[in-house]
Every structure is written in C-alpha cells, then in structure tokens.
C-alpha cells in the first residue's frame, strides 16, 4: 500500500478586510462571546455563578481524576519516549540541516524564564510549608506532622507537583506545534498539531471548535495564575505598608485581598500589559523579561548565601532522589473514597492538589507550548525535550528546597514560632523574610519580591494577550490589531476581578478545572496524532520519500 505525503498546507480561512482583518471571525468572535458571558454571569449572578461553578468542579473532581491522573502521564510517557528512541530522538524540529535559531545559553536562559514565574513565588514556600504539615505520608500514618522526619515527604510531593509532569504537559503541546509548523510548513496554531487524525477537515469548523477550546484554556490557566499573583501583590503591598484598607477578613479567619485591591492591582497590571503587548515581543516584553531574571537571581542567592543554605541543599539532594525513585508510583496513584477515614482524606489531598495542578498546568499549556515552539526551531526532539523539561524542573526545585526549605527550618528551630505557618499562602514568603530579616531589611526584600511579582504579571499577561491572537489570526506571528490585544488585556483583567470578588481564588480555581477538562482532550489527541506522524514519516525516509515541507516542495 502507497503512503500518501504528509499534509504540507492547511487553508484557514482569515478576514481580508474589515475589523477582523487578518483573524478567523468564528474562532475570535466565538472565544470573544464565551468569555464575555463568563464575565457578565459572574458579576450579574454571582451567588448562582459560584454555586453552579462549584457544582461542576465537584462533579469533575469526583469524576474525572482518573482521566487528569492518567492523560498527565501519558504526556510525560510519550515526550520521554519520543526522545529516548533513536529514530525520532534524532529528528529535528525544521529541515534536517537547519541550526537552532538561539544559542544554547539563549535558549536555557529562555527555558529558566519559561519555568520561572508567578506560581513558583507563591508556591515556592507555601507548598513545602503545608507539605510540611500534612501530605499523604502523614495522612497514612508513615510520618509525623511538623516534624524533621516530615520534611523528605513534603518535597517528594512538592517536587511531584512542579517537576516532570507539568512540564511534560508543556513540552507536548509544544512539541506537537513546533514539529507540524517547522517540519510540515503548517500555521503555528494548535488545530495544526492535530493533522494526522482530521486531515484537512481542520480548516472548517472542527478546527474553529480546537482553537476556540484553546483560547479559553489559555484565559482561565492565565486567570488562575493572575489571581494568585494579584492576591500576592496586595500581601506584600501590606507588607510594605501602604493600609490596612488593602486585606479583609474571610469568613473563615483567613485574609484576602479586598475588592479595591484587587481593583486597583488589575487596572495596574493589565494597563502595564496592555501598552507592552501593545509595544511587541522585541521591547516591552524583552525589557520586563530581562528586569525579573535579574530579580529572580538576586532573590535566589539572597536565599542561597543567607537562608538555611544547607537544609535546604540537603532537601534539593534527598527530595530529587526520593521524587525520582516514586515517580512511577506518584504518577499512577488514584486514591478514591473507600469508605474510611484515611480514603476521604486521601482523596480530598489529591483533588486538592494533584488533580487541581494538572488542571492548571493543562490549561496554562496553549500558552507555554507556543512559546516554547516558537524558541525551539532547529533543535532535535531529544534535545527539544530533555531542555524543556529537566532545565525548568530542576530551577523550581532549587528554588522550593532554598526558599521553602528556609522557611521550614525558621518553623522546625522555633525562630519563627508560628509566624511563617500560621500566615496565608499569599503571605509566606513575605513571613519568611520578615523572620529572616531585621525589620528595615524585610521592608526592602519585600519591595523587591513585590516588584519581581508586578513584572512577572505583566509579562504574563501581556505574553498570554499576544499567544491569544496569534491562535486567533490562524498562527500569524506578526502585528496585531490594537483593539484587539486592548480588548483580551480587559478581558483578563475582568475575569480575574469578576471571579476573585464573587468568589476569591476558589472561583478562579473551579472556572479553571471546568476549562481545562475539553482541552486534555485535545491535548491526549495531539499526543497520538505525533505519535502517528512520527511513524509514517520513519516508513516514508526509509522508502526514500521526502518528510519535510522543503522537500515535498523542492521535488
């Protein structure tokens, strides 16, 4: 049987004229509507909103964590594969003879931007802090709470969380990107990576339905790490003294950022945003992403030279070690509510957390993954693959064992008596530093995370505004219509405010999980859909027939 050449063009249709010049009107128009309803539902409905948002998210939790579980080590299962296997490992993201576009050390630096941001500042030290106090080891009666012997488990569930697998997840999505737009010349859209199973049926609506699931993917992942930022940013606004006016007090003790806050830190971050996107990739992005590196490495060693440098050295070394020894065990565990105590509470933990972040990272995934085709041309698979996902993983490790570590050891010596444990998520890095730090120290260090934090805001924002369009104009790279990139920069904003005022980060978090569920699907057939191209394109070079755009052209 006579293989067919692979699918070198796919039509997408984009308007010639008009508002939506350059865009395709059903996938914009439609993400536009969905997104609109959302903000309007919100703050028209909001006791409804909240109610029938956590339905859904009850629902899901209970009925797809197998589904979450599994699909998330499929994706880490098959970039691994895809790279071990010397056939595929060997192929390159291009033509065969094409160089990588950026240098090694560009490259890495961009990886180490890519893994670093908003959620690894806020979870850097509250996630080992509350591994500290309860993870399923504690849950099964193995170790003690809140104690030394607590600590390996806090960072093997921590490192579970922040390590191969949500990179996996990225590193497919790009992967997926990068091979069908440098390799068979297609649009860099996601509908793209899906080729292999749906032909040429991907330019009318099934392709419209692909891209518009993507989009709000990308708005609700993007909303959710905005909102833990925004609660951050009012933290450490308090922090540094600027009112009382900035926090109230929740129903359940606990202290979140008021409505003003928030109102003020959204108009701030996404008018910042706003008029970067505005200024392209080449400026403001470039800029902002150059002043958090270096505030990024200077926060890094400050923890580094004067934290708990060798508890938390000792956590880096024996929690890289405990994580990969029960990786295949973490990765494939469902716990379920078997009708004891110890079940419920299991279960609860992984909806909690595991489940909940690989919602996250899912969602998040449209936007990583294109830019992390977008930086990866030219590279082998291998290479593409082992960068994408052991460079990040290790930089939030050193980050949570340096970071974190000193945090629990504050906690651990009785230095801190309570004041890192007993503060909120938002909080404890702030905590961290207040007890590490005479007081006018702490102010400053407090500023500096505060200012760190606003860039990786805008930067995310204003990166997820300009990702946005580029799905929307069919995989254009180029200049964006200015109300357009005006209108998604509102509307982030809109859905954090609208989500964080009916229902503080709860709602960010159920609008996510619900958003994510469609695109794991598109997710799971992209993998089988590169699993399936790589395959034929094997058969084809041994037959002698070409694989690549540029050849399939130049015959």
Not at 363 to 376: K, Q
Request: with cysteine.
């Amino acid at each position: 049987m006579s293989l067919k050449p692979p699918l070198t063009e796919l039509e997408i249709k984009t308007a010639q004229s008009g508002f939506y010049k350059g865009f395709t009107k059903d996938v914009t128009i439609t993400a536009k509507i969905l997104v609109a309803a959302l903000i309007l539902w919100a703050v028209a409905f909001p006791t409804q909103a909240a109610d029938v948002l956590s339905r859904f998210n009850t629902l899901i939790l209970a009925s797809f964590n197998y589904w979450y579980i599994y699909v998330v080590a499929f994706f880490v299962i098959v970039c691994l594969g895809l790279a071990i296997w010397p056939s595929s490992g060997n192929l390159r993201l291009g033509n065969e003879d094409e160089k990588p576009e950026f240098s090694a050390f560009s490259w890495f630096s961009m990886m180490f931007g890519a893994g670093m941001g908003i959620g690894v500042l806020t979870y850097a030290t509250g996630e080992p802090i509350y591994h500290f106090q309860n993870n399923p080891d504690v849950i099964q009666g193995l170790v003690e709470g809140a104690s030394a012997e607590t600590v390996r488990s806090a960072y093997k569930w921590s490192f579970l969380h922040w390590g191969l697998s949500p990179w996996g997840a990225y590193a497919l999505t790009g992967l997926a990107l990068a091979f069908f737009a440098y390799r068979r010349g297609l649009p860099l859209t996601i509908r793209s990576a899906l080729t292999p199973l749906f032909g040429g049926r991907l330019s009318g609506y099934v392709g419209h339905t692909v891209d518009v699931v993507a989009v709000i993917a990308t708005v609700l992942g993007v909303s959710q790490t905005l909102g833990y930022g925004v609660e951050q940013f009012v933290a450490g606004l308090n922090r540094i003294g600027l009112g009382d006016w900035l926090l109230v007090t929740a129903a359940d003790g606990s202290q979140k950022a008021s409505v003003a806050a928030v109102i003020l830190s959204l108009v701030v971050i996404m008018g910042a945003s706003t008029l970067s996107a505005l200024s392209g990739v080449g400026k403001g992005i470039k800029w902002l992403s150059n002043i958090n590196m270096a505030l990024s490495f200077f926060l890094l060693f400050f923890f580094l030279l004067f934290g708990s440098t060798f508890f938390g050295l000792n956590a880096l070394a024996t929690g890289i070690y405990d994580y990969v020894v029960a990786l295949p065990s973490m990765m494939f565990t469902v716990w379920s509510d078997n009708g004891t105590e110890v079940g419920a509470a299991l279960e609860g933990w992984q909806g909690g957390w595991t489940v909940f972040y690989w919602a996250w990272w899912i969602a998040f995934a449209p936007f990583v993954g294109l830019f992390l085709a977008r930086i990866s041309r030219g590279r082998t698979i291998r290479e593409y693959v082992f960068g994408a996902m052991l460079v990040p993983s290790v930089m939030c490790f050193v980050w949570f064992a340096l970071v974190g570590g000193t945090a629990i050891d504050l906690e651990l010596s009785g230095v801190a008596q309570n004041a890192i444990l007993g503060t909120g998520l938002s909080d404890q890095l702030y905590a961290t530093l207040a007890v590490l730090l005479s007081d006018g120290l702490a102010w400053v260090f407090s500023v500096v995370v505060a200012v760190l934090l606003l860039t990786y805001l805008v930067t995310s924002a204003d990166s997820a505004v300009l990702i946005i369009n580029t799905i929307n104009a069919a995989g254009d790279e180029g200049p964006k219509a200015r109300p357009h990139i005006i209108f998604w920069g509102a509307a982030l904003a809109l859905v954090v405010g609208a989500l964080l005022i009916v229902g503080g980060l709860g709602a960010i978090q159920t609008a996510m999980v619900i958003g994510a569920l469609p695109f794991s699907v598109v997710m799971a057939l992209m993998g089988v859909a590169l699993i399936k191209a790589i395959i034929n394109d094997s058969i084809r070079g041994r037959a002698g027939l070409p694989v690549t755009a540029d050849e399939i052209a130049g015959e």
